[in-house]
């Protein structure tokens, strides 16, 4: 069974920077995307970033470009968000997902699983 799990969340004043990270576990893909996502309370899930692991593509939601960072470590088989210049708004829980599909999915239907999430919370 595939599991994700997250770690790096926590309390950060607005401005400063957080590094989540995210190891899958319990399969064996070739060639997979993963992204990060985000929702906030009474909010809908929305895409932060998502990596194809093989070629390292990224892309980036309006919200994370010029902040956010993903990347990834194939050796560890690890992906990471780099996010600076925090802001309350980024408050949120970050989930980390996975999808066997091609291309670099940017909506939550088109990945596959799912991690527990972590809390990100930025004080003002």
């Known amino acids: 069974q595939v599991q994700l799990v997250e770690s790096g969340g926590g309390l950060v004043q607005a401005g400063g920077s957080l590094r989540l990270s995210c190891a899958p576990s319990?399969?064996?893909?070739?060639?997979?995307?993963m992204g990060w996502f985000r929702q906030a309370p009474g909010k809908e899930r929305e895409f932060v970033a998502a990596i194809r692991l093989r070629g390292g593509i990224t892309v980036y939601a309006e919200s994370a470009k010029g902040r956010f960072t993903i990347s990834r470590d194939n050796a560890k088989n690890s992906v990471y968000l780099q996010m600076n210049s925090l802001k309350p708004e980024d408050t949120a829980v970050y989930y980390c997902?996975?999808?066997?599909?091609?291309?670099?999915?940017?909506?939550?239907?088109?990945?596959?699983?799912w991690g527990q999430g972590t809390q990100v919370t930025v004080s003002s």
């Open positions: 997902a996975l999808s066997v599909g091609g291309g670099i999915p940017r909506f939550k239907e088109e990945y596959d699983y």
């Open positions: 319990g399969g064996t893909f070739s060639n997979y995307a």
